[in-house]
């Protein structure tokens, strides 16, 4: 099956700041979403990003489908940005394979 | 709020037993998908329906089984539960009209412990 890395695998931030989430993926895909999982467990989708640039807020993501990496933006980060940021690419079977997660710690 | 909908949030159990899942899908979406999220395995997909017929498959166990009804909804079956089968058990809906790739949406899951 499709293999997905999602570095860094850690991430602590002081609230304000800006980082980069990174998403590498093996194969072709014809779907890919970012989600935020909350300290709650729930599962938020962000994105749903085959490919191309979207912006949400403070949020953007890109993914460069040909390169087989995609990538999240977090801007200005608050304390509710904590929690764990999943890449979930699918390749033509529409099933979603989620990557190891990056665990974001926002501290105020 | 996604818009999918499990029950039951929480659920206790003791080994050998056989539990399910229920899961009802947004309005108007006709896929389910069942995902499974474990310390030592993460999130995997376990099976995937379709209107009513399955899909596709992922690391499903044999004694696990699924189905997806008329109304939509679906609901997972867990039978001869080991202490491994512990776990978060997520839902998800997607339209996927014309069989198209779209956005999956996740309920917020039934928490599984097996005692």
């Known amino acids: 099956g499709i293999q997905v890395e999602q570095s860094p695998p850690d991430l602590i931030l002081q609230e304000g700041a800006n980082s980069t989430l990174r998403c590498n993926f093996s194969?072709?895909?014809?779907?890919l979403q970012w989600f935020h999982q909350n300290p709650w467990g729930q599962l938020i989708n962000l994105f749903y990003?085959?490919?191309g640039t979207k912006q949400n807020g403070r949020l953007s993501a890109t993914t460069v489908a040909t390169e087989r990496y995609s990538l999240l933006y977090i801007s200005s980060s608050q304390t509710t940005d904590s929690g764990v940021y999943f890449c979930?690419?699918?390749?033509?079977?529409?099933?979603?394979?989620f990557g190891a997660g990056t665990t974001v710690t926002v501290r105020a | 709020d996604s818009g999918v909908t499990q029950t039951p949030k929480h659920l206790i159990t003791a080994t050998g037993q056989r539990v399910t899942l229920r899961c009802s899908p947004r309005?108007?979406?006709?896929?389910v998908y069942w995902y499974q999220q474990s310390l030592d395995q993460g999130l995997q997909f376990l099976i995937q329906?379709?209107?009513?017929?399955?899909?596709a498959k992922g690391n499903i166990l044999e004694r696990f089984s699924a189905q997806q009804f008329p109304d939509l909804h679906s609901e997972l079956n867990l039978s001869s539960l080991e202490l491994g089968d512990s776990a978060l058990y997520f839902c998800?809906?997607?339209?996927?009209?014309?069989?198209?790739?779209?956005?999956?949406?996740f309920g917020p899951g039934t928490r599984l412990t097996v005692l």
């Open positions: 998800a809906s997607s339209v996927e009209l014309s069989l198209s790739p779209d956005t999956q949406y």
């Open positions: 309005s108007g979406d006709l896929s």
């Open positions: 990003i085959p490919s």
């Open positions: 194969d072709s895909v014809n779907n």
């Open positions: 979930a690419p699918g390749p033509n079977d529409y099933k979603l394979s």
């Open positions: 329906y379709y209107n009513g017929e399955e899909r």
